[in-house]
């Protein structure tokens, strides 16, 4: 059978303005930032411990996906999210679900939902099996 997915590159989140989708996820998240190209309003961050890229742009028209804001289901790990949604709050981040902890298959699972400026939602959790 041939592979269909060899890999995962980038995940591309939409935004609306660069400037303030720069600041929220260089600033709040303390991603760090290997790409930014104002005059395509383009900006691509390094997920720590992946090879995998945060890019965000503003669409173009004939570009099709989701629309900005509409992002959930993109998940980020940290081995104390209660402390981590509380640093994302202190640093001017939205928080969407406080951190909860609950008993699921794949064992306790503490998580918790913030948003970024356009309200693209992003989870934070931590897996204890």
């Known amino acids: 059978m041939t592979a269909i997915i060899e890999g995962m590159e980038a995940v591309t989140v939409h935004i609306t303005d660069v400037e303030r989708a720069r600041k929220f996820y260089r600033d709040v998240l ?3 930032e290997v790409d930014f190209n104002p005059q395509a309003s383009r ?3 390094a997920i720590p411990g992946t090879t995998t890229l945060l890019t965000m742009h503003i669409t173009t028209p004939e570009e099709g ?3 900005p ?3 959930s289901g993109i998940v980020f790990s940290n081995p104390d999210p209660r402390a981590a949604i509380e640093e994302i709050r202190r640093r001017g981040g939205t928080i969407v679900n ?4 609950a008993q699921s298959p794949i064992g306790t699972v503490v998580r918790a939902v913030f948003a970024d400026p ?12």
Not at 98 to 101: G, L, M
């Open 30 to 32: 303390g991603l760090i």
């Open 43 to 45: 900006l691509a961050y």
């Open 65 to 67: 996906g989701r629309d």
């Open 69 to 71: 804001g509409t992002v």
């Open 98 to 101: 406080e951190a909860k902890t």
């Open 118 to 129: 356009d309200g693209n939602e992003f989870i934070l959790r931590h897996v204890t099996r």
